[in-house]
């Protein structure tokens, strides 16, 4: 079961604002809109424009890749070709890579959102380089960094609040039970 993290807009500000701390990542979306590139975001402020319009859209989810120099390894934007075309458009592109640090948001309306981080571990891209070789060696990476960043952004969103399961809507407070009987008074 994949667990997000429900937070606000201003946890996701800052959130953002310590994934530009130590460098300046590049970030793409992970997927495009049907027929586009895929968008890029230069800053917190850009990604948070990006999130604020697709819930102001009513747009269930969407999400970031991270890459950042240090992590070296490389990122690939794949066309997708999509048959049958889906409204009117033939293809997308989507971010592809290794260590992409993916940032995932499930919007929940009105003031909340649920959060996640995932990324590939070093066994596992390792254990899947030779059917997808357009993503280079695994071992271009440096999965000492891409561990490290994506442990110390997990690690806060994790601090910020409390985990569901993805696409669940979180739970309303707890009221008492209407059947509950009522204690008399002295």
Known sequence: MTLATIISTANLSTLLDSAFQQETPLVTSSESELGEPLQHFDSPADIMAKAAECAKAGIHNYAFGFWYPSMKGHSVERKIILDPPREGKSFRYSLAGWGIINLHLYFTPPN???????????ARALSRQDRYPDLGPAADWDWRVVESYAFRLSRQLASMGRTVPVGQKPAPAKRPSPWKRKQPHD
Not at 114 to 122: A, F, G, L, P
């Open 112 to 122: 909340t959102m649920q959060c996640r981080i995932s990324v590939n571990s070093e």
